[in-house]
């Protein structure tokens, strides 16, 4: 498909008719249209969403007439807003106009029922119109619906095309394999009535046998359950495929994950230690102030007690005079005249004066004694303050040590947290494990089943077909019939097998051609992957291993871009079926891209890859581009432009397209 | 399809009975013009058709 041209008339902002006509050069095969935002880019691209599907994407979509013109409207008259598309597809030229009434009634504007007319050229230059009741089939021949949001790509609005939807069909439709699949369903087979070969055998004359007709409809049950057996068998296989593949990646991730399921048992042990060191410090901390505040004055006072201690011990002040005696009891003595020894204390008497020069060693005349008797206070009041001293340091050497165990578990923790940030705990992917063990037993079972009744219903089908060959072959008219049918059933078997070796073929080369593509717009190192229903995901290696990767909106938006152009690049090439030495072209066509904002969110380098590789790729380009992207694009993109607009914009309900 | 069977068969005639049926398909896909039982009709009448006639 190529697209010639756009006309709009009263849709939304674009007041009356304007139209853009589209380059259809292959060589400057790209038409930029530039404009800001609220311009009226997003309108232009839902503008084909409408004419072709009747579905736009804009806001308050139900209301698409131009608002001045709606303002305008007298009451009880109407007015139209109509989009037409003339495109090239398969070699014809199509136009596409949709349309819709709107009428005032009561002050009111009323939308009517939207029209579609679809014709096309003919060879002989007679223009057709397609019957109302085939246009949508025709459209979605032309593009499918489902592929329609790729190929009127609104960049802004991407995660719409990121739906998990099955685009297998639409994408075989679109390179080609809509023709062998048709063919097949045409013909079709004995069990179905409606095809070519169920017709045939229908013909055949049965000349009243009943056990002829008893046969074939033995035959076609038969086939018929076969036939629900083989959809049933391909499902459960296509089930057991993806439980298998599950299966797989559960032993991985379990198996892989051993280690963090380890070191998360081991993080919580040391928690635990972690926990108990800390209250056992809390009650050392809680002794070791209990003792300080009780016995302070013995720490404190200790280093100066021997200070005092070791000074009295150098003085040597200590070593006369009688323990606890003073001059005061020795004047009582002298003064009561009598020895407490019985001796008489008289003037001249030896004892008074014994007496007397004891005085000179007592308290007050002399402190040696009360030195000595400090002394042993001292011994007393040290061996006490060297427990208290020994206690306090004992304690503070556990907290010391507690405290450095506490500090070096709490490393390893955040150590262990370092090493399995991210893991998510493995309990959801054991039960997830046992639940697709149970899903894969029955599975298997179920397919044991169908496998066993299959082979009971084709021994049914070769039994009767003997008696139903044996029974019909007798006449000359069923001679011919059967000849027509092994031609049928022959073309049949060509048909299925060449469909099976085009279809293996498309999503192999398309995975290596986006990738091709995805390498020359990426500036890292990720591969893309394109599964069965032709979803695209983005894998990055590590540690030799695939592993699906995360996207940014950025990322995203390069390998949608790659997709797109591998589709476009496919659909491009030439798909040949051999019939015998003639060949057939079931080749699809080139298709157009038409982007709004392609360039939103992607950085320069992006910017610049992708400008040059869309318009080598794609047949046909078409951009709504803002005029700040534009500056990055335009040096790559210049010499590949064919047609060249702006927007102006008069008002929030007027823009104009205006040619460069 | 058993070997004695397909031994009967004319290849020339296979093959253009093969090319018809794709042209007459890749024609409607582009314009619908026929509904699913008149492409019955018509692949049966290119079968029947090549089939008579003699190379």
């Not at chain 1, 007015?79 to 597809?89: G, P, R, Y």
């Not at chain 1, 926990?275 to 003792?291: N, R, S």
């Not at chain 1, 027509?484 to 995975?511: F, N, P, Q």
């Not at chain 2, 890749?26 to 699913?36: C, F, G, M, P, W």
Request: aromatic share 8%; with cysteine; net charge negative.
């Amino acid at each position: 498909m190529l697209l010639k041209s756009l006309r709009l008339h009263n849709f939304r902002q674009y007041k009356g008719d304007q139209s853009i006509s589209f380059s259809c050069d292959k060589e400057k095969n790209v038409t930029v249209i530039l404009g800001d935002n609220t311009f009226g880019k997003t309108t232009l691209l839902q503008a084909f969403n409408w004419c072709f599907y009747e579905s736009a994407q804009l806001p308050n979509s139900e209301f698409l007439l131009n608002f001045d013109v709606a303002a305008e409207l007298p009451e009880g008259r109407s007015s139209d807003v109509e989009v037409e598309i003339q495109l090239i597809h398969s070699g014809l030229d199509y136009i596409l106009t949709r349309s819709q009434e709107y009428i005032k009634k009561n002050g009111t504007i009323h939308p009517l029922q939207a029209k579609i007319r679809v014709s096309y050229k003919c060879a002989d230059g007679q223009t057709e119109n397609i019957k109302e009741n085939k246009i949508e089939n025709v459209i979605n021949t032309i593009l499918p619906q489902d592929l329609s949001s790729y190929f009127f790509f609104d960049t802004e609005r991407v995660g719409a095309i990121s739906n998990r939807k099955d685009l297998a069909e639409s994408v075989k439709g679109l390179l080609g394999l809509s023709i062998l699949d048709n063919a097949i369903k045409h013909i079709g087979m004995k069990s179905i009535k409606r095809t070519v070969v169920g017709q045939l055998y229908g013909s055949m004359d049965m000349d009243g046998d009943q056990r002829a007709t008893e046969a074939l409809d033995h035959i076609q049950d038969a086939q018929a359950r076969r036939e629900v057996i083989s959809t049933q068998l391909e499902t459960n296989q296509s089930e057991l495929n993806y439980y298998d593949g599950r299966k797989e990646q559960l032993d991985t991730i379990l198996r892989e994950n051993q280690t963090t399921s380890t070191l998360q048992n081991k993080k919580e042990t040391i928690e635990r230690q972690v926990f108990q060191e800390i209250t056992a410090q809390a009650g050392i901390t809680k002794a070791l102030l209990a003792d300080f505040s009780s016995s302070y004055m013995h720490f404190f006072s200790q280093p100066l007690l021997k200070r005092a201690g070791d000074f009295l011990h150098e003085v040597k002040v200590d070593d006369k005079g009688i323990k606890d005696l003073t001059k005061a009891t020795l004047e009582d003595i002298v003064k009561r005249g009598k020895c407490i020894c019985g001796c008489e204390l008289v003037e001249g008497s030896e004892a008074l004066a014994h007496i007397r020069a004891e005085m000179q060693y007592v308290p007050p005349e002399s402190i040696g004694n009360v030195v000595r008797h400090y002394k042993s206070g001292i011994s007393s009041f040290g061996s006490s303050s060297d427990r208290v001293f020994q206690s306090i340091q004992t304690r503070y050497q556990e907290l010391y040590r507690a405290k450095t165990r506490i500090q070096e578990w709490n490393d390893e923790v955040e150590d262990i947290s370092d090493r399995i940030k991210g893991k998510e705990t493995m309990k959801k992917f054991e039960d997830e494990l046992v639940d697709v063990k149970n899903r894969l037993k029955d599975l298997n079972i179920k397919k044991e089943r169908l496998i066993r009744e299959d082979e009971a219903k084709k021994n049914d089908v070769d039994r009767y077909q003997k008696i139903y060959d044996g029974l019909v072959a007798v006449s000359g008219k069923n001679k011919s019939t059967m000849i027509y049918i092994r031609y049928a059933e022959a073309v049949s078997d060509w048909l299925v097998s060449t469909y099976k070796e085009k279809e293996s073929y498309i999503r192999g080369d398309l995975e290596e051609k986006v990738n091709g593509i995805f390498e020359r717009m990426y500036h890292g190192h990720r591969r893309v992957a394109i599964d069965s229903k032709y979803q695209v995901t983005l894998l990055t290696t590590i540690s030799d291993k695939e592993i699906e990767s995360g996207e940014s909106e950025g990322l995203n938006r390069v390998k949608n871009f790659a997709f797109i152009a591998g589709l476009v690049a496919l659909a491009k090439e030439r798909i040949v079926s051999c019939a015998g030495e003639q060949e057939f072209d079931l080749s699809s066509e080139p298709y157009p891209l038409v982007m709004d904002a392609p360039f939103s969110n992607a950085d320069e380098t992006h910017t610049s890859n992708i400008s040059k590789v869309l318009p080598e790729v794609a047949e046909q380009v078409i951009m709504f581009v803002m005029q700040k992207d534009w500056r990055y694009a335009e040096p790559v993109i210049a010499g590949k432009i064919g047609a060249h607009y702006h927007l102006e914009k008069h008002s929030e309900q007027f823009s104009e397209l205006k040619g460069a | 399809m058993p070997d004695t069977q397909k031994a009967e068969l004319n290849e020339k005639k296979l093959n253009q009975m093969k090319l018809e049926i794709l042209r007459l398909e890749q024609s409607n896909l582009k314009t619908r013009e026929k509904t699913a039982d008149a492409m019955i009709d018509a692949i049966k009448k290119i079968v029947v058709d090549e089939a008579k006639k003699s190379y």
